[in-house]
């Protein structure tokens, strides 16, 4: 059995969800809940990282700082994690970061570009933090590709990697194949961020630690990007249920998502919806559901036939220019 690491993602990637409204007293109330379930790392911000507010997806309610120092003065045990996407974040913002209190940087890119972390992976190590090599849309790379992304990771100086499942796309088999091969790869812990789309979080985290993932992503309620991640509170059932040894008590976290939904009040929580099923189905990123909608709404085709063309191009975040296009040569064909 597996002594694992309970990452809870809820005030990073729920701030997706939340359109990045999270305050300060929202991120302040809910860490301390975290903090006094015994959860080991917190993740905290704009749903996109460090220095994601931004017009185009969305600006935050408050500054990083201020969302940070929120979660800092907050816990007592846990450590405040930050999302880190080389080009939205600088180093300034790692400088930042270490001076209000953050222990951890998940350092992320694609699946398959870990060079562009180089420099920041290792600006950071040398400031004290823990880093997490980060690896972002893993169901897109191969188990080899995802081994070689690792390694290089691992030479910049990641104390761990994170295989982030961020289109909800893979079933446990293909989890277990992508953990196994990492795990040959590197000398450092593993683990696993998996979104619902296909209703299978949970089972592809006992997939991951069956192949020696010892780090879990969840988020209260489940609340997250696109169909949301694994629900925190179930995976922690489940894994003291599988018999895994983890510090989170399952009283307390329960406790703490109720402290959550008081939050954010009667916004609605994460299902899974045909939308988010199809963009699993199809290995599209969450974030193009909006874009897909309103080209298919522009120029008069399915939706659902869009998401199928957009996961045979192999999207990637931020090619909403191909949405239209493929709007555009599907009207040519197959009109509503």
């Known amino acids: 059995m597996a002594n694992i690491t309970f990452v809870d993602v809820t005030l990073r990637d729920g701030n997706h969800t939340y359109r990045h409204q999270f305050t300060p007293e929202i991120i302040r109330n809910t860490a301390a809940a975290l903090d006094a379930a015994g959860v080991d790392m917190i993740e905290v911000g704009h749903g996109d990282g460090i220095g994601g507010s931004s017009l185009h997806v969305g600006r935050a309610a408050a500054t990083d700082r201020e969302l940070l120092e929120a979660a800092c003065g907050a816990v007592k045990n846990a450590k405040v994690a930050v999302f880190f996407a080389p080009g939205l974040g600088n180093f300034s913002d790692l400088e930042m970061a270490a001076e209000v209190g953050v222990k951890v940087v998940r350092m992320a890119t694609h699946a398959t570009e870990a060079d562009i972390t180089e420099q920041h992976i290792r600006r950071a190590k ?114 003291l249920r599988a018999g895994h040894t983890l510090k989170t008590d399952l009283f307390k976290i329960m ?56 996961g045979a191009r192999k999207v990637v975040a931020a090619q909403e220019d191909i949405v239209v296009e493929e709007a555009q040569r599907l009207a040519a064909v197959s009109p509503v």
């Open 255 to 310: 406790d703490a998502a109720a402290v959550f939904k008081a939050q954010v009040g009667s916004y609605p929580m994460p299902v899974i919806e045909n939308d988010s099923i199809l963009m699993g189905y199809a290995n599209v990123y969450g974030g193009y559901l909006h874009p897909v909608q309103e080209a298919a709404k522009k120029y008069g085709v399915d939706p659902r036939a869009l998401v199928l063309r957009l």
């Open 126 to 239: 040398a400031m004290g933090l823990y880093i997490c090599g980060y690896l972002v849309s893993a169901g897109m790379a191969s188990p080899e590709k995802l081994a070689e992304e690792a390694r290089k990771m691992e030479s910049y100086g990641a104390d761990y990697i994170n295989l982030a499942e961020s289109q909800g796309h893979l079933v446990p088999s293909e989890v277990a194949a992508r953990v196994a091969a990492v795990r040959r790869a590197v000398n450092i812990p593993i683990g696993f961020h998996p979104h619902n789309n296909l209703g299978l979080a949970i089972g592809n985290i006992l997939a991951a630690i069956g192949e020696g993932a010892s780090f879990v992503d969840g988020s209260l309620k489940g609340f997250g990007g696109g169909a949301g991640n694994a629900q925190t509170e179930v995976a922690v059932a489940a894994l």
